[in-house]
T-cell receptor
Framework: NAGVMQNPRHLVRRRGQEARLRCSPM?????VYWYRQLPEEGLKFMVY????????ESGMPKERFSAEFPKEGPSILRIQQVVRGDSAAYFC?????????????FGPGTRLLVL | KNQVEQSPQSLIILEGKNCTLQ??????????LRWYKQDTGRGPVSLTI?????NTKSNGRYTATLDADTKQSSLHITASQLSDSASYIC???????????FGKGTTLSVSS
């Protein structure tokens, strides 16, 4: 049973370009969470999605960032017109259910570098 | 404001020794507290999850404690190994199904 998969593992973009980060949850998991980790900082929640629905996007910047989790295929975190401050590690996690303290399983992360 | 504070920021110990990491939180309402281990360049891996009614939980050489009254938790590592070198992150959930609130982590280095 493969774990949470993220790709690419490393992404380099120039200012103004778009970054697309992909996350495939563990088999059987229908809940996906995106987190951002800045250097020397803890992970910060961005968005929580279920299939075809955004449940909580309270941690998502209001502009340039969007996320989706389509019926088929991976979850996508999209950053438009990237700026240097977007450079960070972006982690995706998945879980089976929100009833009780279900474990969130994390992927290896995508490290975005904006030049 | 919901916050999770960890101490120490970093720790160096000799292989075979024990250590204890601390976590204080101000998250309310409280649902559960987790400890994660994050190796360099990897995603966090869950070690323990404790709800309000649980005082202690063990996972091999890792033992976590929780005092919900004082809003404190600790992670005790017994007989440390070189592979324990990692960042240990305390994570609190305000209620089931919502965002996790992460501490900045304690970086543990185990040397031979």
């Amino acid at each position: 049973n493969a774990g949470v998969m993220q790709n690419p593992r490393h992404l380099v973009r120039r200012r103004g370009q778009e970054a697309r980060l992909r996350c495939s949850p563990m088999k059987g998991h229908s809940h996906v969470y995106w987190y951002r980790q800045l250097p020397e900082e803890g992970l910060k929640f961005m968005v929580y999605l279920q299939k075809e629905n955004i449940i909580d996007e309270s941690g998502m910047p209001k502009e340039r960032f969007s996320a989706e989790f389509p019926k088929e295929g991976p979850s996508i975190l999209r950053i438009q017109q990237v700026v240097r401050g977007d450079s960070a590690a972006y982690f995706c996690a998945s879980s089976t259910s929100v009833r009780g303290p279900s474990d969130q399983y994390f992927g290896p992360g995508t490290r975005l570098l904006v030049l | 404001k919901n916050q999770v504070e960890q101490s120490p920021q970093s720790l160096i110990i000799l292989e075979g020794k024990n250590c204890t990491l601390q976590c204080n939180y101000t998250v309310s309402p409280f649902s559960n507290l987790r400890w994660y281990k994050q190796d360099t360049g990897r995603g966090p891996v869950s070690l323990t999850i404790m709800t309000f009614s649980e005082n202690t939980k063990s996972n091999g050489r890792y033992t976590a404690t929780l005092d919900a009254d004082t809003k404190q938790s600790s992670l005790h590592i017994t007989a440390s190994q070189l592979s324990d070198s990692a960042s240990y992150i305390c994570v609190v959930s305000a209620q089931a199904g919502t965002a996790l609130i992460f501490g900045k982590g304690t970086t543990l280095s185990v040397s031979s």
